[in-house]
């Protein structure tokens, strides 16, 4: 089946297109699952990703190169109500979708977006893992003013390397109504390994019974130690990593593609099917292991950088990554299960290629108790590798706090009231970045990528409890940049950090 999409034609004009979007229903646009790469772009000249013009590095030209094929389109936030099958949900949402509209592109094309803010409240878009120039981030208050009810702000920007994004507020804790997208970016040179391609994009779902995720920050602020009482904490066993007790919110639902269990999303394809799985974890606080039944796992891709294969037969999520699966499909019917750290409940989808029942939630999947894989776990491809050079300067940040009382801070201090990072310009920067609570945080670097020791490459890195993990940057993309926790409530509560260039 066919996913929503604008076909539009080159232009010059700076005006932009009204949105030609069909008004494509969740299972409309997922319930087939199969991407259809590349076929909304316009015709003309794709560069191809070593074309020179189409530098390996930060600094991309911001657009209007001859003949740049141009992704046009609207995103209308608004308040919405979503089937997530059989129980309707006032979400707010782009487009009256979820989990969002599916944008593509291909490295070099002009992305031309238009925020169209139907919302009650300010808001903004951040284009999240996308090294793009500092003032199209959509951070309010640091790279752009929040846009506000009944306004539109139009981001251009050139479509970076390929690779699984998404997009998603970057507003308080609007993430958690439901405004998020995939944003895929495909590789023209892909050898094309597979037969068909899923967008799996994983969700914690709050806006039940009236309940907003603004209401759940002001009860998560209010806790005192001496009238609440601590989280459970699971214990990791031999085989698993070790999250801590990481989640403060005990979801009602968790959703696979904007569907609850009761009603999967079912991806229809054949025995034998080489299928790419490009996994979203849009969650706000919940970190997700995901398994197919009967089936093993070779991730090939995390933050959308090659990794070397490793299968596995489950991995962890945090919140804000993104992995690239490599499954066999078998005979039958199977499913995808989303199974939350530390809470109970689970999401669910299903893989469908012959005949048979799909089984009935709640689902236990023997694939969970084998060796689970982290992203700490995996390899760069050499492609993806950073250039072999010194260390030009270290610094340290250390993510703090607790959630009784509800207080999350970088270097001692809450966003705003702690330092700057400063990076000089063009600087190879060693960062150490020390987690000394209790739990698991996903950090995320908006505009650059960096690597662990081990040269693997990401945007988002789950930082284990009481550990230390370097990270090695080379400072490319100039502006004050947002380094945060993807934790959207510990966002919210101060866990971030501005990364700012200084001259030389
Ligand atoms: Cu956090």
Request: glycine share 10%; proline share 10%.
């Amino acid at each position: 089946m066919a996913i929503s999409q604008a076909r539009t034609s080159p232009t010059t004009s700076a005006g932009i297109q009204p949105p030609r979007d069909t008004g494509t229903s969740r299972r409309a646009l997922l319930g087939g699952g199969f991407a259809l790469a590349g076929s909304w772009l316009l015709t003309g000249c794709v560069p191809a990703a070593s074309d020179p013009a189409i530098p390996g590095g930060s600094r991309w030209p911001r657009g209007s190169l001859t003949d740049q094929p141009i992704v046009q389109k609207t995103l209308r936030a608004a308040p919405s109500i979503i089937d997530l099958g059989g129980t309707l949900a006032e979400a707010w949402a782009y487009n009256d979708t979820l989990p969002g509209i599916d944008l593509r592109a291909n490295p070099g094309d002009l992305l031309r977006l238009n925020l169209d803010n139907q919302l009650p409240s300010p808001t903004t878009i951040h284009w999240h893992g996308m090294p793009i120039p500092n003032d199209v981030d959509g951070v309010p208050g640091l790279t752009q003013n929040p846009i506000q009810p009944g306004q539109q702000h139009l981001y251009e920007f050139t479509a970076p390397q390929p690779g699984t994004y998404f997009f998603h507020s970057h507003v308080g804790v609007q993430l958690d109504r439901g405004l998020y997208g995939p944003l895929i970016v495909d590789d023209p040179v892909e050898p094309g390994r597979y037969d068909a391609e899923w967008t799996v994009v994983l969700d914690d779902w709050l806006v039940v019974d009236g309940q907003t995720p603004e209401d759940m920050f002001r009860r998560l602020n209010a806790r005192r130690p001496s009238t609440t009482g601590t989280q459970a904490v699971q214990l990791s066993s031999r085989n698993e990593p070790f999250f801590g007790d990481a989640g403060d919110i005990p979801y009602p639902l968790y959703l696979i593609n904007g569907a609850v269990p009761t009603a999967p999303v079912t991806h229809q394809g054949r025995p034998g099917d080489r299928v790419r799985l490009r996994v979203i974890n849009a969650a706000s606080d919940t970190i997700f292991a995901l398994a197919l039944g009967g089936h093993r796992l070779t991730v090939t891709h995390t933050d959308g950088h090659p990794v070397k294969p490793h299968t596995t037969s489950a991995l962890y999520l945090g919140m804000g990554e993104r992995y690239d699966l490599l499954v066999t499909l078998g005979d039958g019917v199977f499913p995808l299960v989303a199974k939350p750290w530390n809470k109970p409940g689970h999401g669910l989808a299903l893989v469908r290629t012959g005949s048979g029942s799909p089984p009935e939630p709640p689902v236990q999947l023997a694939e969970f108790t084998g060796q689970l894989t982290q992203g700490l776990d995996l390899y760069p491809e050499e492609s993806s590798l950073l250039p072999t050079r010194p260390i030009d300067a270290r610094a340290t940040i250390e993510l703090g706090g607790q959630a009784n009382p509800y207080r999350w801070v970088i270097n001692g201090a809450p966003f705003g009231q702690n330092q700057p990072l400063e990076v000089v310009d063009n600087d190879r920067l060693l960062l150490e970045v020390v987690n000394t609570t209790t739990r698991a945080h996903p950090v995320h670097l908006h505009g650059h990528t960096f690597a662990l020791d081990n040269g693997l490459r990401k945007d988002t890195l789950l930082v284990p409890p009481s550990s230390t993990t370097a990270v090695h940057l080379d400072a490319t993309n100039p502006g004050t940049w947002a380094l945060h926790c993807q934790n959207e409530y510990h966002t919210k509560a101060g866990m971030m950090l501005t990364m700012r260039y200084k001259g030389r």
